[in-house]
């Protein structure tokens, strides 16, 4: 029994992967809470590093969580650590040997891994690493194959590859517990997918956003601007039931104009469904349909675990609602034929924001979270001029940067109450800033004034 708890209160070590810096705590973080645990880092942590250590959990824990994250590589239980392999040795020699000895005994197959962060070694100096290792009482059979427990020498040499130290900035050493879902990125990849459009999300981006939206097995999630549908593959990939609405006719039906190289046309199965059935997740599919966000359709009630979605922001996809500043006619009846197109107009920014936050409030259950891309004008960003409501909390605000003056920001909010009559976003203190109106014009000013710049430096050089 005593062997037990000690081994539910270990340190664990995550290898983390360098890109997406800002969104990889928030997923971690979402991930623990899924599983009803809180973030309990060990030492001295720090955030942009390849290597947490986390206190805490128990195995089974980590194995959930490396089971849904795209951010970290690997996850151990950490048995020594030090700034050398001095520090490392007396580490190790002090750690429990009741914590070892379950995975040293002579029946037992091992290997070791050395893995270095930032720099190469070649093959003789990983062999010298294990062999200096020989203190530990290991007793079973090397087995480099099928070993039935894989440890690792990490050697961290800093993020700084113009500036890498001769020797590590620290060590650790520790047993292999699980690898993360890193492969998704390549097996989900756009490249590959049956249906895209120009807006289609990066696949490991989709898995972020799914899991910073706590997405679990049998929620309902909806996309409200759901254009080909890559947020619902990823969500549907972790087995909710998924649903979304978009204003344009051609891309929900998977009709016109194909976003491929040297193909015209869309195919006659270029649709979501088809992507959900690429991937084995189709019984996931409820539907999706022609709507307009800026209108209710939906019934008043709390009906949705998530919502996820990628607004259009005026660059790739037009910002459109239906509606018109002219007096639109109609049938003496009221009735449109069934071959009317509606009238589109100006959807602006400020306001597709303020519809997604109301329509969060009153449609997502009680701790459902709302998980969007907010494009902002970086020498014009603040904190204060991201969309609030009463009825929703940020947790976390990640940047993506686009370009020297653009970039967005992935927001996740929780829903923390139940609106009331008079919520919404006219309190001054939950106005959304009315800058984000000119952000296609602004994206476009700064590629012109860099064509031109670029344009007066090969004058300059005499080209």
Same mark, same amino acid.
């Given at each position: ?10 340190? *664990? ?14 997923? $971690? ?18 955030? =942009? ?80 690493? $294990? ?70 999300? /990066? ?10 939206? =706590? ?6 999630? +909806? ?25 344009? *006719? ?79 006619? =109609?049938?003496? /009846? ?81 829903? $923390? ?12 203190? +939950? ?17 012109? =004034? ?14």
């Amino acid at each position: 029994m005593a062997t037990s708890i000690s081994r539910s209160c270990l340190t *664990y070590l995550l290898h983390l992967a360098q890109d997406n810096l800002d969104f990889r705590l928030p997923e $971690i973080k979402a991930l623990l809470a899924l599983r009803g645990k809180a973030f309990h880092p060990s030492g001295n942590f720090q955030e =942009k590093t390849p290597f947490w250590c986390l206190d805490g959990l128990a195995e089974e824990d980590v194995r959930g969580v490396m089971a849904r994250s795209v951010c970290a590589k690997s996850a151990f239980e950490l048995w020594g650590h030090g700034q050398t392999h001095s520090e490392l040795r007396t580490s190790l020699l002090n750690y429990p040997s009741e914590n070892m000895s379950p995975f040293m005994h002579e029946d037992s197959t091992y290997r070791i891994n050395v893995y270095t962060f930032n720099k190469t070694l070649e093959f003789p100096d990983r062999i010298k690493r $294990i062999d200096a290792m020989d203190y530990l009482p290991f007793k079973g059979t090397v087995s480099l194959k099928s070993p039935q427990h894989i440890f690792c020498l990490l050697e961290d040499y800093g993020t700084d590859p113009n500036d890498i130290p001769e020797h590590p900035n620290y060590i650790y050493f520790g047993r292999w517990i699980a690898d993360g879902q890193r492969e998704l990125i390549r097996s989900h990849s756009v490249k590959n997918r049956h249906f895209i459009g120009n807006t289609s999300m /990066d696949a490991g981006l989709s898995f972020i956003m799914a899991n910073h939206a =706590k997405v679990n097995e049998n929620d309902l999630v +909806f996309d409200p601007f759901v254009g080909t549908g890559s947020l619902l593959v990823a969500c549907s990939h972790f087995r909710a039931y998924v649903c979304g609405t978009d204003i344009d *006719y051609n891309t929900i039906h998977g009709r016109g104009r194909s976003s491929r190289k040297n193909q015209k046309w869309r195919g006659p199965d270029e649709n979501i469904r088809a992507n959900l059935r690429q991937y084995g997740t189709e019984e996931m599919y409820i539907d999706v349909m022609v709507s307009d966000a800026s209108k209710p359709v939906w019934r008043e009630a709390a009906l949705f675990d998530a919502i996820i979605t990628d607004p259009p922001y005026g660059i790739r996809e037009s910002t459109r609602r239906t509606g018109s500043h002219k007096d639109v006619t =109609k049938h003496a /009846d009221g009735i449109y034929l069934e071959s009317h197109v509606p009238v589109s107009q100006a959807y602006h920014l400020s306001d597709i924001f303020t519809d997604l936050l109301n329509f969060s409030a009153h449609h997502l259950v009680v701790g459902g979270r709302l998980v969007y891309w907010l494009p902002v004008y970086r020498p014009e960003y603040s904190e204060e001029t991201v969309p609030l409501h009463p009825c929703l909390r940020i947790l976390s605000n990640c940047e993506q940067t686009l370009s020297s003056h653009t970039s967005r920001r992935l927001i996740t909010m929780e829903k $923390i109450r139940k609106p009331e009559e008079f919520d919404g976003l006219a309190d001054t203190r +939950f106005s959304p800033y009315q800058g984000h109106n000119a952000f296609r014009e602004k994206y476009f000013s700064g590629l012109n =004034k860099r064509c031109i710049k670029e344009d007066n430096k090969a004058v300059v050089n005499g080209q």
